[in-house]
């Protein structure tokens, strides 16, 4: 992406040029092709900058989702692990006592 300074005055100017197309459009009732351009570009970036918006919420939800994951997994294992102890001691002291 261009660095902040240059995305700053590219949408100054856009923005001005829009301002002039709106213009165009209020006194004339038409929108030459040279005045329909900004308009489209201004389009572009808005739509653009609303997709990073959605695209950075859904990673922000695969994260919370792969942070659970990870708790539910190391959760898991940690029971099996007691488990797998457990058994291991039951199955000790009843081989002993089976003596």
């Not at 660095?3 to 100054?12: F, N, P, Q, S, V």
């Not at 808005?46 to 990870?70: G, K, S």
Request: proline share 1%; aromatic share 10%.
């Amino acid at each position: 992406m261009l660095e902040k300074d240059a995305m700053d005055i590219l949408m100054r100017f856009l923005d001005k040029k829009v301002r002039e197309s709106e213009e165009e459009i209020t006194s004339k009732g038409i929108l030459s092709d040279d005045k329909a351009v900004p308009l489209i570009l201004k389009t572009q970036f808005n739509h653009i900058a609303h997709l990073e918006e959605i695209m950075d919420r859904r990673f922000a939800e695969v994260d919370a989702r792969f942070a659970r994951l990870e708790r539910n997994l190391f959760g898991g294992f940690a029971a099996l692990g007691f488990l797998v102890t457990f058994f291991g001691s039951l199955t000790a002291v009843l081989l002993r006592f089976s003596r």
